[in-house]
């Protein structure tokens, strides 16, 4: 089912369609923009009749196999429901904003940041393997502070934005720990595993801490409390972004996880106690605070609160029909507060002002706008024959019918009630306060009507609230039951969509709402003044304060540990590692002898030697800084004998070309370094440093004695048996590297073109200079460029090009490879700016070296996807024979294309660090000493 893929990727390749239609109108850029997500809607159109039923689509794409890595897709009910409200909802929004945004604001940036918040919400609700589930659940948070923080300029949407990031961030993590925990527990990470194994994670000791770990994810997200301050901060976000994440989506995400994970978490006393209370506490406190908001966008905010904590207390009352209702009102509670939150930006947009102080009687200015938002408000507050009333009454019905509090267990019915009343309050002052009492007070401009498409999405928002509240079972019956059906994985128990069920009980508890709602609303000054007597406490405020202090006492930690000096670094790395070693060392009497050692080799007892003396020169002569610099290349040269000694001739060619590279670094960062050296260190620090340095010695000689007499089951024999057969080289190091661990070198050469990168960033800054003579006093030559080394490096190169070449075409069948090809033509490439200069160079040789890079990661990626298409895992390489007219048979292999990707990145690695390094890609130059 690749199309499951592709309800993720389409909207992820859509980020890109508005930063290129920029330069055209901002109407065929919302059109242009509406075209991929339009697409994915059809898709998922198209897949519903299978879901409908009763089958669960699976898409499973290996990744890394051995790690249980997979890109693995399930679209049931519950995530069709969800990918539903996700794209309908983000096209209606992106046809809102093309309206709501000024002229001044860009357009582009907002739609590519929608379009990557919709990719990350679809990944979280179609995601099959929990690991990827989290990667998409980070992707949300990143995505929603860039969307609350578009308006960057405003304080209040930067500060809005760090704390939504600072709240999920937190939660995020501790999901991955439950994730985590509860992958080891069950032996899987695939849902269609987990979720059948709920009596085994309830039986296990680590059952609590998961619980409280994936819990806190879920709360932090849909902002229960205590963490539901982050929500009205967030309001400073565009309303297009309020009525897409903060009503329909990315909330929801929390109340997705635990409707998705509700068979394998559900059903104990914790689930009850910890979810029941955190929703009922939310519904309450969101409700309250909610009636006195003057801000528009703060009564929704606060609104949206209270109902997740309903959705939220429905899910934790552990019955099948309380999950059914939960559902409902999940698709309901999208409908009317979308709908809500774009009439709100249309009063703000038309008359200047969200404040409900001024804005007063706009009914006789926009009657239209008035109708729907008074409809949407209507449900909002569960007034019969809308969506609201249907799933509130079910809300109710499933308070009454629980006893899990034992005699108080008629406390939730009565509070539920309690939190109705408020609801219709909040909603009565809404339509009340806005549209009628009286005339606006002190507005910006006088309101009037939207343009006409930019009430269309609240139209068909409202149009779906009525549908439902008078045909509930022939417009969302068959997607409830699916839906419910794969948050229960079983069977739904018989529940009623009917709008009149008789006079009972929660129609009671409706009309007690609606009557003492409006009641409370009417004398709503007593209430006012009482709360006003309340100190007020801002959530902003005070996480600004926490937030400040943490950072000051990071930073006198960060001051006490970085203190500047390497020697004080190294000397306390090197003591964590003795003591972590010596434990284990202590059995060495044990252990030692099982294996007998090397005969002693002349040759080779000369070569230690000379490397130790050498290693002790260093250190004696380190004031001379060449010397010392020619000292310890030999210890590297000695090491690339060592490897050439044990057979080991790719090693020793990777050490021999790190080794001149290593060289002509060095050499470039000395001659910026200061010509004078500070006196040696104090002979305190000198005994405390022979004393670690003599300690470290001993404990990794001791090691690494232990393991080389000791008899081990070692991995190269597989690899040995099978790099021919399985990766169609003789080269077993190669094969090793671009096939069996392919995924490591992949991750190693995007690693190294990080690194370039940023090196690359910090030398543009930094102020160099050039030294005026050497350390003895004598001056620089004057020729910058001489003859003879101009002459040798010239006829050096094409020779050293073509070395490189050929050690990277045989580097699959004997001793070579992409990695060592790649230091050689950097090494040749480089002594053409020393030799001939920069101008000299760019002339003959245009390369962009961050281009460079990113090719040959892209190449190295691109080889390894390219296996997708046949059914292979990431990365799994392939090999033929073929026979060539006048030059034989010749083998093929997909990893000579891998092997080209690592070529290219560390060619453009390279030469971007040593070329900058040395200021040797710009024909400025750094100023004298004397001149500073």
Known sequence: MIELLLLVLLPLIGVLIPLLCRHWSRSFCALATATLPLAALALVLNLAPAVFAGETLYLHLPWVEALGLLISLRLDGLSLLFVLLILGMGLLVILYARYYLAEKDSMPRFYAFLLFFMAAMLGVVLSNNLIQLWVFWELTSISSFLLISYWWHRADARLGARMALAITGFGGLALLAGVLLLGQVLGSYQLDVVLGKAAELQQSPWYPLILVLILLGAFTKSAQFPFHFWLPNAMAAPTPVSAYLHSATMVKAGIFLLARLYPVLAGSDLWFLLVTLAGLTTLLVGAYLALFQHDLKGLLAYSTISHLGLITLLLGLDTDLATVAAIFHIMNHATFKASLFMAAGIIDHESGSRDMRKLNGLWQFMPVTATLA???????????????????????????????????????????????????????????????????????????????YMRVPVEILVALCILVGVLPQYVVGDLLQVASAAALAGPVPEYSLSIWHGFNLPLLMSVVALVLGITLYANRKHLFRFQAEIPTVNALVLFEQWFRQLVSKAQRLHQRIETGELQSYLSWVLLLMVILLLLPLQQMGELTGLLPGLPTDPLMFIAVLVAVVAAVATVICQRQRLLALVLISVVGLVVTLVFVRFSAPDLALTQLAVEVVTIVLLMLALFFLPQKINRASQAGKLMRDAAIALLSGVVIGSLSYVLMLQPQQRISEFFLQHAKSGGGGYNVVNVILVDFRGFDTLGEITVLGIAALGIFKLLTRLPLFKPSSDAEGRSWALDKHPLLLAMISQALLPMALMVSVYIFFRGHNLPGGGFVAGLITAIAIILQYVAQGVDWVKQRLTLEYHRLIAVGVLIAAATGALSWCFDRPFLTSWFDYFHLPLIGEIELASAMAFDLGVYLTVVGATLMILANLGKMTT?????HEENR
């Open 374 to 452: 008074m409809v949407a408000s209507a449900s909002m507050a569960g007034v019969p024959l809308l969506n609201g009333f249907l799933s509130k009454e079910m809300f109710f019905a499933e308070t009454l019918h629980q006893d899990v509090l034992g005699a108080l267990s008629w406390l939730l019915p009565v509070l539920a009630t309690v939190a109705a009343i408020l609801s219709v309050a909040y909603s009565a002052r809404f339509i009340h306060d806005v549209f009628f009492n009286g005339q606006p007070k002190g507005l910006p401009k006088t309101p009037h009507e939207p343009p006409r």
């Open 923 to 927: 024909s400025y130059r750094p100023v």
